[in-house]
């Protein structure tokens, strides 16, 4: 018994003792206004996209805007919580292809490019939205 207190006391202390989650990146994205201004430039970029426009035409823009400001901003390691559907779920039906997901990310470079942001900042976002690319594609 007394080495369980102990254990537990021991992976307490190991709880309350850890470091806050990373915001880093989320503040060399300029925090909730930066990551505002990034999604609505890449929305705009994509308005004006002929190769993914039409993926675009009959869906909500405000809520796809807010959903996506909620997402950049939880992976960049911010104080948003991602409420929107699955990626699977979001992106069922419209057989996406490996172009459209590029066409996609294009738009969200340029986006963050004009912002002013640092092209390893931009890598480090890209790598943490990567992993999605299979949950999008061909859904």
Do not use: W
């Amino acid at each position: 018994m007394r080495q369980f207190v102990l254990l537990f006391c021991l992976l307490l202390g190991a709880c309350a003792g850890q470091a806050p989650k990373d915001d880093s990146l989320y503040r060399q994205l300029g925090g909730e206004p930066g990551v505002t201004r990034i999604v609505e430039g890449m929305l705009l970029r994509i308005a004006g996209d002929p190769r993914i426009v039409e993926h675009f035409q009959d869906i909500d823009i405000q809520r796809l805007r807010d959903k996506l400001i909620e997402q950049v901003c939880a992976e960049a390691g911010g104080p948003c919580v991602y409420t929107g559907d699955s990626m699977e779920e979001s992106h069922k039906g419209l057989a996406l292809t490996p172009s459209d997901f590029n066409a996609l990310v294009e738009n969200l470079q340029a986006a963050m490019t004009v912002e002013g942001v640092p092209i390893p900042v931009q890598n480090r976002l890209l790598a943490r939205l990567a992993p999605m690319r299979g949950q999008v594609i061909e859904r």
